[in-house]
């Protein structure tokens, strides 16, 4: 399974960006690239997703690097709402039900 | 909204116990999926089921088993529950296992096993 890479921690102020990285070199052709956070004491949740192209949403952009070895997330203004554990994960188009959640970044909003 | 429901949100239970974590999703989904969460080692997938009776064995099935009766609801069964169960268990339901169809999740179970 191709494996992705995130810094464990990051910090941010509120009402500023925050840009999440994720390396994934090793992602093969057919992957998509999707992101999910937890908040404290719930369940993880769906953020965004994307193959080749940059994607938008209400919550968020995805930015994909044009070799695909490399994503970043955007928030564009950043709430306290927003501090979560945010995983980045690589969903093959064969055995897409088998989500790999690795370790993820806190991410620490300060006021 | 979809709504994951887990029936218990804490739950302690003795080694050697059978022990039956209930899920429920008010949706209609086909898959639903067992998870388990532990510091350091992130989410792993368990089980998953894909229609009413059907089911898959996920990354670490070894001491589990599941139970898939009706669409809705999905159980998690610990035939004899050890110490290295002790975790948080999540579960969640899609409605295709297409790779752009996202995963919906409970607030889990935090089981302790003593």
């Known amino acids: 399974d191709a494996k992705t890479t995130q810094p464990n921690s990051m910090e941010s102020n509120e009402e500023e960006p925050v840009h999440l990285p994720c390396n994934h070199s090793?992602?093969?052709?057919?992957?998509?690239i999707h992101w999910y956070r937890q908040l404290p004491s719930q369940g993880p949740e769906y953020v965004i997703h994307g193959l080749t192209s940059n994607v938008n949403n209400r919550m968020a952009s995805l930015a994909i690097a044009e070799d695909r070895k490399s994503s970043t997330l955007i928030l564009h203004r950043a709430t306290l709402r927003d501090a979560a554990v945010y995983y980045c994960?690589?969903?093959?188009?064969?055995?897409?039900?088998?989500?790999?959640f690795g370790q993820g970044t806190r991410l620490t909003i300060n006021p | 909204d979809v709504k994951v429901t887990q029936s218990s949100r804490y739950l302690v239970k003795r080694t050697g116990e059978k022990v039956f974590l209930e899920c429920v999703q008010d949706?209609?989904?086909?898959?639903m999926f067992w998870y388990r969460q532990d510091p350091g080692l992130g989410l792993r997938l368990i089980y998953f089921s894909y229609d009413v009776k059907m089911k898959e064995k996920g990354d670490i099935p070894e001491g589990y088993s599941v139970s898939r009766e009706k669409k809705e609801r999905f159980s998690l069964i610990l035939e004899s529950a050890s110490t290295n169960q002790t975790s948080m268990y999540l579960c969640?339901?899609?409605?295709?296992?297409?790779?752009?169809?996202?995963?919906?999740f409970g607030n889990g179970t935090r089981l302790t096993v003593t």
């Open positions: 949706m209609d989904h086909e898959n």
């Open positions: 090793t992602i093969s052709g057919t992957d998509y």
């Open positions: 994960i690589l969903r093959p188009f064969q055995g897409a039900q088998k989500l790999v």
């Open positions: 969640a339901s899609s409605p295709s296992l297409g790779v752009v169809s996202p995963l919906h």
